[in-house]
């Protein structure tokens, strides 16, 4: 089956930097997307990788490595706005899999 | 440049009901795609549509269907409702498939089922 694991909670403090990690197993996989949802709201894309390595947007980064099927969302200099719940997509035999999310606490 | 709208964004029917949620996606993406998402769980993906055909689909039963129109604005329809489909009914558009084009989501449709 395809799956994407990741934590279900992070905790980390305002100004820090924190990574959440997601691990995938997908079929006919073409590369890693990450979406930032707040409560209530909608799941707002953040950023994709489909090559091996780091892509950089501002605070967040992300990376990817196939040969190990993982991948990681790096957010620096966090801010309080940044609570939310984080989540991490593959496209992969026509279907498009979400893990389960991931909820960032952030403490003052 | 518009965005994604859904309606309505909240909606009560009865177990055995059917329901028509709907989308209209953003302006130049052609292609949408739906979501199911229940409380604290990710979105899990029911289908998607390319240019008014279907072209993937995951996990969901025959009487989860949809359309998409002309336009490019899509409907999803759930035919003999049950209590567990009570959830948040996310749709998404992107440009030129979902393979590497970011989804764009509309703010959803909170579907109780009583």
């Known amino acids: 089956g395809q799956s994407l694991e990741q934590p279900s909670e992070v905790t980390a403090v305002e100004g820090a930097i924190v990574q959440i990690n997601c691990t995938y197993q997908?079929?006919?996989?073409?590369?890693l997307s990450w979406y930032q949802q707040h409560d209530g709201g909608a799941p707002t894309f953040l950023s994709y990788n489909a090559l091996d390595g780091l892509e950089e947007t501002g605070r967040f980064s992300s990376f990817l490595s196939r040969s190990d099927s993982y991948g990681y969302l790096l957010l620096q200099e966090l801010q309080m706005k940044d609570s939310a719940s984080y989540f991490c997509a593959s496209y992969g035999d026509d279907k498009i899999i979400f893990g389960k999310g991931t909820r960032l606490h952030i403490l003052p | 440049e518009t965005g994604v709208t859904q309606s309505p964004t909240h909606l009560i029917k009865t177990r055995g009901q059917q329901v028509t949620l709907r989308c209209s996606s953003q302006?130049?993406?052609?292609?949408v795609s739906w979501y199911q998402q229940a409380l604290g769980q990710g979105p899990q993906f029911i289908f998607q549509y390319y240019r008014e055909e279907e072209n993937g689909r995951g996990n969901f039963p025959p009487r989860f269907s949809g359309l998409q129109f002309p336009n490019y604005s899509s409907e999803l329809n759930v035919n003999a409702l049950e209590l567990d489909d009570s959830a948040l009914y996310l749709c998404a558009s992107s440009a030129q498939g979902a393979r590497d084009s970011p989804l764009h989501f509309g703010n959803g449709t909170r579907l109780t089922v009583t």
């Open positions: 302006s130049g993406h052609n292609t």
């Open positions: 997908t079929s006919g996989f073409y590369g």
